[in-house]
């Protein structure tokens, strides 16, 4: 089965290529309209106590509501198509954001802002400065939680017309064909997965340096870029490499995963993949670095022989794949060059972090 869903996402990639960009263009404007309303929403509430129990008890009970029937309950305010999936969607990711903007934002020590305003800190600069740095961890937990569940919702989106993945679900349903279906599934279940390690690392970047572990903020940004780069490598194995046209003008379409090119397409796809999602542990970091930024160097190889020797045309499938291709050769090639230089500033650092007592005594 899974051999017929991978033929089916390469002889048709347009169509999936087209239902996966309608997926995250959902997915991107309700999260943005989820982020923007739930820090709104959030922030009032922690200021008004009477608005706050009004957003909570409303928090509580949208919950409770199953995604398709708040879709279902947007369908008569706009009819069919984008309009009501966004509002649902936004709805959806509204609440994780809200609840822990406000809880966040309270659990601030009360001392610690009593003790700025002492020190004539009004209350805009106290939750500027004060409260919401505080509250970030909390708040970019609540962004992840979001995330992950606007992007797992927008499949029931394709019921209302508003396109996306959920339509192969529906497709391969009507057809009885499962494979369609699952060409669907499952690259919505590894969004969520994706969602999940990006968001992650962007709340352990975005996290204060005083309420984490000692970190270097420069490899976090690194991971972060690493996570965006892996959304154009997709995009360049799934969009035209090559349209050839027959004797009766029928346009053929070859893309990074055709037969023609896959020798090329699906090598620099996992070489690439693998160098941007590889865990960078503390412990490990030197030898992780090393190791991903020869997996991107490979790839970049790999794709620049395949270029010259196979690739005709520049095709906008083949401009997206080389711009991701060096952007993570680039970026492990910093993270290694990072590591290096800590390793030599500091070579005793895999004993200290191998012996607690002594790692503290050193820190201390």
Do not use: C
Request: net charge positive.
């Amino acid at each position: 089965m899974l051999g017929d869903m991978f033929s089916y996402i390469i002889e048709q990639s347009q169509v999936f290529t087209t239902a996966l960009g309608q997926h995250l263009m959902i997915t991107f404007v309700a999260l943005i309209i989820s982020i923007v309303l739930g820090l709104v929403l959030g922030i009032m509430g922690s200021r008004l106590p009477w608005l706050r129990e009004i957003l909570l008890t409303v928090s509580k009970i949208g919950r409770t509501i199953p995604s398709l029937a708040i879709l279902a309950l947007a369908l008569p305010l706009l009819g069919i198509g984008t309009p009501p999936v966004l509002l649902a969607l936004g709805f959806i990711g509204t609440l994780p954001v809200l609840i822990n903007t406000t809880v966040g934002i309270e659990q601030v020590d009360a001392n610690t802002k009593e003790a700025a305003r002492g020190m004539g800190m009004r209350d805009r600069d106290i939750l500027l400065r004060l409260e919401l740095p505080i509250a970030v961890p909390i708040i970019m937990a609540g962004i992840r939680t979001s995330a992950v569940v606007v992007v797992a919702s927008a499949t029931l989106a394709a019921f209302i017309g508003g396109g996306g993945l959920g339509d192969l679900i529906l497709r391969g349903h009507a057809l009885n064909r499962d494979h369609i279906m699952l060409a669907g599934a499952l690259p919505a279940t590894l969004l969520a997965f994706y969602f999940e390690e990006a968001f992650g690392r962007l709340e352990r970047w975005a996290t204060p340096k005083g309420l984490k572990e000692e970190t270097r903020a420069a490899i976090g940004l690194m991971a972060v870029l690493l996570a965006v780069a892996i959304m154009p490598l997709i995009f360049g194995v799934l969009l035209p490499w090559d349209i050839s046209v027959d004797a009766a003008g029928t346009p053929t379409v070859l893309t990074g995963l055709h037969s023609e090119y896959r020798a090329i397409g699906l090598p620099v796809l996992l070489l690439s993949l693998l160098a941007a999602m590889l865990p960078r542990p503390r412990r490990w970091a030197f030898a992780m670095t090393l190791i991903t930024s020869v997996l991107a160097i490979a790839s970049l190889i790999w794709l620049a022989i395949g270029i010259i020797t196979q690739v005709g045309q520049f095709r906008i499938g083949v401009v997206l794949i080389t711009a991701s291709v060096l952007a993570i050769a680039l970026i492990t090639g910093y993270e290694f060059i990072l590591s290096y230089r800590a390793r030599q500033a500091n070579p005793t650092q895999l004993k200290a972090t191998s012996s607690p007592p002594v790692a503290s005594q050193i820190k201390g």
